[in-house]
T-cell receptor, first 113, second 112 residues
């Protein structure tokens, strides 16, 4: 099994619908992150969580919300999807400390029509 | 604030050519530096890292040296293969700020 699992892998939804992307990890890491990838823009941080009771906004949190249900689970919601939220979404985890890199999931490709 | 500037792509090379992808950074203090690779249809994978000045990270024939004096962490490989075709991201993680800051990525295509 993958260390970081994202579901669904692909999703097409309509404008105005609520959608949830899920992420679970078996790394035992405290830190979890949601990123969005757009062509030419690299990865941009949406939300991050350092433990179950600690949720923080990233650089592009508007239109998104998150829930850290357990140490291993971190979900991202789009309350009312809009077309410019069409993107590739990645969940990642990390250990504490700046020497450690992140472990990424395989991504969710979301299309809002 | 922290930032990472990468060489713009796309980069196309012939098999067995020498590869350099430039990366420079701006950060206070002494960040840890990373290269990630994203193969088509997959998530990002850590390729190599360096955590202090003059450290050299290496993996799968790729190397990068942490140059504090030029704030650079250029990725190099002596002889690329078709299987190296991917998008490469440079990133930093600063002490006391555990979020990764990414560059915009460089798409590399190797032709036989």
């Amino acid at each position: 099994d993958a260390d970081v699992t994202q579901t669904p892998r692909n999703r097409i939804t309509k404008t105005g619908k609520r959608i949830m992307l899920e992420c679970s990890q078996t790394k035992g890491h405290d830190r979890m992150y949601w990123y969005r990838q757009d062509p030419g823009l690299g990865l941009r941080l949406i939300y991050y969580s350092f433990d179950v009771k600690d949720i923080n906004k990233g650089e592009i949190s508007d239109g998104y919300s998150v829930s850290r249900q357990a140490q291993a689970k971190f979900s991202l919601s789009l309350e009312s999807a809009i077309p410019n939220q069409t993107a590739l979404y990645f969940c990642a985890t990390s250990d504490r400390g700046e020497d450690y890199g992140y472990t990424f999931g395989s991504g969710t490709r979301l299309t809002v029509v | 604030g922290n930032s990472v500037t990468q060489m713009e792509g796309p980069v196309t090379l012939s098999e067995e050519a020498f590869l350099t992808i430039n990366c420079t950074y701006t950060a206070t203090g002494y960040p840890s530096l990373f290269w990630y690779v994203q193969y088509p249809g997959e998530g990002l994978q850590l390729l190599l890292k360096a955590t202090k000045a003059d450290d050299k990270g290496s993996n799968k024939g790729f190397e990068a040296t942490y140059r504090k004096e030029t704030t650079s962490f250029h990725l190099e490989k002596g002889s690329v293969q078709v299987s190296d075709s991917a998008v490469y991201f440079c990133a930093l993680r600063r002490f006391g700020n555990e979020k990764l800051t990414f560059g915009t990525g460089t798409r590399l295509t190797i032709i036989p």
